[in-house]
C-alpha cells in the first residue's frame, strides 16, 4: 500500500473534548481537528485531570493522529496596541498548555492583522512586516516560557480579509526568520486561503509549490486544511465550499491527493455540512489518491 495523507476533519467538541474521538472514527477519519474550548471566550479554565484523562485515554486505544487544536480567532497577536497583543499572547500561551497536557502534537493558529485604520494602508509593506514581527515576538515569548513542550505551534496562511497578515508565503517565512528557536514551528497551508490571497491550484500547481518551498521550505509544512472555495482566486474572500463542488474543483483536490511532496502530511477538512459531508468526502479524496 502507498503512503497518502492522513485525512481528517475540525468535529465537534460539544459536550466534552472526548466526544471529538467517536465522532473522527464515525466519518471513516484518520486524525482530527478540534477547539480546545468554546472560541468565542478569551480564557477557559485549566483543564483537569479528569478531563485530561478522559480525553486522553479512550484516544490511546484508537489509531488517530496527528490531532490539532485550532486556536481561538479572538486571538489577534499582529495588534499594534500593546495591551491587546499582551492579552493575545497570553489567551495563545493558555492554548498551548491544552495542547501539550491533551497530547496533541499541532496547535494551529490564524497570524494576525496589523489593523491600520487607513484603507491605503491594507497592503502597506512595512505596516504589514511590522505586524509579522509582533506575531514572532509572541511566539519567542510563548516558546521561552515553555520549554521542553513536544506540540508544535503551526502558522496557518491566511485568506487575505480585512487587514489580515500571513498570506503570502514570504510572508510566513517573514515570521519564521523572526523565530529563534525554529524546532517547534509548523506550517500549515489551507487551499481555500491560498486560492482566495492569488495561488491558483488549477493552473500552476506546481510552481506553487515550488514557490513554498524556496521560500518556506518543504521541512516547516506539517499539515493542510482542504477546502473547496466560494469565492474566486485572489477574492481574499474566507468562504469554504465542499470538495469538488467549489471554484478549486476536483482535479486540483486529486493534485493534492497524489502529490508525492504531500503524502507524509496530515489533512484536515474545514467544509461546510458536517459529518454527513465529510464521511463521503473522505472518502472521495482516498479515492482521488489512487487514481
Ligand atoms: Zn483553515
Ligand atoms: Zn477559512
Not at 480525553?55 to 481561538?72: A, R, Y
Not at 493552473?203 to 493542510?224: C, K, Y
Request: proline residues 3%; negative net charge.
Amino acid at each position: 500500500m502507498h503512503i497518502i495523507m492522513r485525512l481528517g476533519a475540525h468535529v465537534s467538541v460539544a459536550g466534552g473534548l472526548h466526544n471529538a474521538i467517536p465522532a473522527a472514527i464515525d466519518i471513516g477519519a484518520d486524525t482530527f481537528q478540534m477547539f480546545s474550548k468554546n472560541q468565542r471566550q478569551w480564557i477557559a479554565k485549566p483543564l483537569t485531570n479528569e478531563e485530561i484523562t478522559a480525553f486522553k485515554e479512550p484516544l490511546s486505544k484508537t489509531e488517530l493522529g496527528p490531532l490539532m487544536i485550532h486556536d481561538s480567532y479572538l486571538i489577534n497577536m499582529g495588534s499594534p496596541d500593546e495591551g491587546k497583543g499582551k492579552r493575545a499572547q497570553n489567551a495563545f500561551l493558555e492554548e498551548y498548555h491544552r495542547c501539550e497536557d491533551l497530547g496533541v502534537a499541532y496547535l494551529n493558529f490564524h497570524p494576525g492583522s496589523h489593523t491600520h485604520p487607513k484603507k491605503s494602508m491594507r497592503d502597506d509593506k512595512t505596516v504589514r512586516y511590522e505586524a509579522l514581527e509582533r506575531i514572532a515576538e509572541h511566539m519567542n515569548t510563548t516558546l521561552d516560557q515553555t520549554k521542553g513542550y513536544k506540540s508544535k505551534l503551526v502558522i496557518e496562511n491566511a485568506a487575505g480579509q480585512g487587514t489580515n497578515v500571513g498570506i503570502k508565503f514570504e510572508e510566513i517565512q517573514h515570521i519564521i526568520d523572526n523565530i529563534d528557536d525554529k524546532k517547534r514551528i509548523g506550517v500549515c497551508i489551507d487551499t481555500q486561503h491560498a486560492w482566495a490571497s492569488g495561488y491558483d491550484w488549477r493552473n500552476d500547481f506546481d510552481n506553487i509549490w515550488d514557490n513554498f518551498n524556496d521560500t518556506v521550505g518543504m521541512e516547516h509544512l506539517v499539515a493542510l486544511h482542504l477546502n473547496d472555495s466560494k469565492s474566486d482566486v485572489g477574492s481574499r474572500v474566507d468562504r469554504h465550499d465542499n470538495i469538488g463542488m467549489g471554484k478549486i474543483g476536483k482535479e486540483a483536490f486529486g493534485r493534492f491527493m497524489k502529490e508525492k511532496r504531500l503524502k507524509n502530511l496530515a489533512a484536515y477538512l474545514e467544509t461546510p455540512g458536517g459529518p454527513e459531508m465529510w464521511k463521503p468526502e473522505i472518502a472521495a479524496l482516498r479515492k482521488l489518491a489512487e487514481k
